[in-house]
Structures are given as structure tokens and as C-alpha cells.
């Protein structure tokens, strides 16, 4: 189910994040990148941005949103396709956002870390029960163990459908031997959302509506799978709590643009994004994955969980962000890549 190869580029790394947490459905679908001659057709960005939204081919009853801004400011945010059955898509429509859960989860250590509540340099079994050797909190967020994917486990597989709880979870991890293998594992996430929740003394959900979508004005974000209204009939069937704060989060388009801006303009005070250590395999310790093309920092996060996918990727330089959400499992992440650095490039020639 989860690609398990090293990490030896951002490209390949986005691969492996949008393969995380995702369960086949069965539907594939392949979005296209804008044509170039797109953002000539108009003096207005805002008017190329949406078209070249137009141009991202979605199946037939799926829905994508898309939330763009840049210095801070909604550009574009809007919907194609249908969420449910005569339901048409809109910027704060639900998906489930899978993957792009992990920025929330590590930025939420970062508060908890403000508040003197812990430590990123603290070793996991300072706060869980864990034999050494024992990764750090900070190698977990930047997935440097390696440790094997929970999702693998036959008691995921088969119990996936209904409600589980973190120390089942917990069980299904194994001991780290202390190779430092640098590749992605939602295993990881589980680790991190339980200290969190043991060092806070609240429920990780609690945690993160507390110190993330309340500050950051996520009205729409849960984790309540999204209701039949506004799901197509291929339902979305594992369970929240499996995915708990590896990929548990419901979300809009328009609120995770609006938790990248809270990174962007340093609204949780952790600090400025460009300033954390970007050497470990350019994974941050706020959860995202680095990349530079021509000077431009971007910062970087995928996910898919069963007919859902996501993209969410920040420029500090003149903080833009742009968000895609999809009702549809999408692997071509090489298209949907060049799909957002088309956004990009027309979003540099309106500057």
C-alpha cells in the first residue's frame, strides 16, 4: 500500500507522501498541467489562475478545490466538479486531506514545545512506553527512523472500517534498531500525536482544535468524516481514529490555505517556516518537505487515503500558497507537480 524507498529527491518524495495512508480504490484518474499558452490569454492573474484550474482534467462525478493566495491574500478559491450527486464543488467544500494531516500534527508539537510542554530534542520514551534506542520527537516529524508502516499491519487491513484507539495503535508499531533510514512512515505521526496528547493532558484532537484550527480560523476542519451530502457514492470507509494524526483530518480547501498562511506570517509563534533546519532530507520540523527551483524556497506536502488526494505547497518569498483537494484517488503526482508549478509560474510573471 505505502512506497517504502528512501527519499533521494523532493519529486520522488512527493511520490511517497501521496502514497501514504492510501487505500486503493480501484478508480484511477491522471490531472493534466495547464497548457503553457494559458497564462497569456489574460492581463488579469486571477482570470489565468482560474483558467488554468479549468485545464486540471477531473473524472466524471469527481470533484477538485483549489485555494490560492499570495502576500497573503485569496487569489483564487473555487471548486470543479461535483462533491456529492447534484452537489457542485466550491472552495470550502470537505475532503479528506489524509497526509497533509502530518504539518498539523508537527506544528502542533511546535506549540506545545512554546508552552515548555516538550521538547523536540526529547526521546519518544520520555512521554511512551518505548525501548531504546528511542528516536527523538524531531527525528519522528522529519521521518529520519524509518520505522515500518503501521498500515501494513493485517490489523489495519482488516479492521480499518471501524473505530480503533491509540494504544492499539501503539501496538502496532515496532522497535526502532537505530538505522537512520530517512523514509517516510505514518508510523511515525502515531508516535508524535500521542506525546502530544499525553503531555497536554487532552485528546490529540482536542490538542490541534485548540492550537491550530482555532487560531488559525479552520472553521470546517474536523475529524468527522464528511457527510453523505457531501461525499460521492464511493464512501471513504477507514475510520478516523486508524489514521488519528497521520491522516485524520477533514478538511477545505480554503481553511488549509489559511493554516499555510498562519505558517507563512508566523500566527503560532514558533517562527519564520525559511528559518528550521532544512538538512535532514529537506524535511522540516513542521512537517513539510523542501525543494528550491530558481532561487524560489518552496515548501511541500502530498497525501491520499482511500478515494481522496491532496496538495498543499507554500513560497515563502512572497507568501503564496496554493491547496488542491481531490474526491478522487490521483497517483500521477508528476502531473499534479507541474499542474502547481504552472500556478507558480504564473503567479512570478503577475509580481
Not at 501521496?18 to 490531472?31: E, F, K, L, M, W
Not at 482488516?158 to 537505530?178: C, F, H, K, M, Y
Not at 499534479?336 to 512570478?348: E, P
Request: net charge neutral; proline share 6%.
Amino acid at each position: 500500500m505505502v512506497n517504502q524507498q528512501v527519499w533521494p529527491g523532493v519529486r520522488a518524495w512527493l511520490v511517497i507522501l501521496v502514497a501514504a495512508a492510501a487505500i486503493a480504490c480501484g478508480r484511477r484518474a491522471t490531472p493534466t498541467a495547464p497548457s503553457p499558452g494559458i497564462a497569456a490569454t489574460t492581463g488579469d492573474p486571477k482570470s489565468s489562475l482560474s483558467a488554468s484550474f479549468d485545464a486540471l482534467t477531473i473524472p466524471a462525478n469527481a470533484a477538485c478545490s483549489i485555494s490560492i493566495s499570495q502576500y497573503g491574500q485569496v487569489l483564487v478559491e473555487r471548486g470543479r466538479g461535483q462533491t456529492a450527486p447534484g452537489r457542485q464543488a466550491a472552495g470550502d467544500s470537505l475532503y479528506r486531506i489524509a497526509s497533509l494531516t502530518k504539518p498539523i500534527t508537527a506544528s502542533a508539537v511546535l506549540i506545545s514545545e512554546q508552552a515548555g510542554r516538550l521538547s523536540r530534542t526529547d526521546k519518544i520514551n520520555r512521554f511512551l512506553p518505548f525501548s531504546e534506542p528511542a528516536p527523538t520527537i524531531d527525528e519522528l516529524i522529519k521521518h529520519i527512523p524509518g520505522l515500518p508502516n503501521y498500515l501494513d499491519t493485517p490489523a489495519y487491513q482488516n479492521g480499518r472500517t471501524s473505530a480503533t484507539t491509540v494504544e492499539t495503535l501503539l501496538s502496532l508499531i515496532q522497535p526502532w534498531d537505530g538505522v537512520r533510514r530517512y523514509q517516510y512512515s505514518n508510523s511515525h505521526a502515531i508516535l508524535t500525536g500521542a506525546a502530544l496528547q499525553q503531555v497536554n493532558g487532552l485528546r490529540y484532537e482536542d490538542v490541534v482544535q485548540r492550537d491550530i484550527f482555532g487560531p488559525a480560523g479552520m472553521s470546517r476542519s474536523s475529524f468527522v468524516i464528511p457527510p453523505a451530502s457531501e461525499s460521492l457514492p464511493f464512501a471513504s470507509a477507514t475510520d478516523p481514529s486508524w489514521v488519528y494524526a497521520a491522516g485524520g483530518v477533514t478538511s477545505t480547501a480554503a481553511d488549509m490555505n489559511r493554516f499555510n498562511q498562519a505558517l507563512l506570517s508566523n500566527r503560532f509563534g514558533f517562527g519564520a517556516v525559511e528559518s528550521f533546519d532544512r538538512s535532514a532530507a529537506g524535511v522540516t520540523s513542521f512537517g513539510m518537505g523542501s525543494g528550491v527551483s530558481g532561487g524560489d524556497l518552496r515548501f511541500t506536502h502530498a497525501g491520499g487515503l482511500d478515494n481522496y488526494s491532496s496538495f498543499s505547497i507554500m513560497f515563502p518569498a512572497d507568501r503564496s500558497s496554493v491547496v488542491v483537494l481531490c474526491n478522487f484517488n490521483n497517483n500521477n503526482t508528476d502531473a499534479l507537480f507541474n499542474f502547481v508549478m504552472g500556478i507558480r509560474s504564473i503567479m512570478l510573471a503577475a509580481k
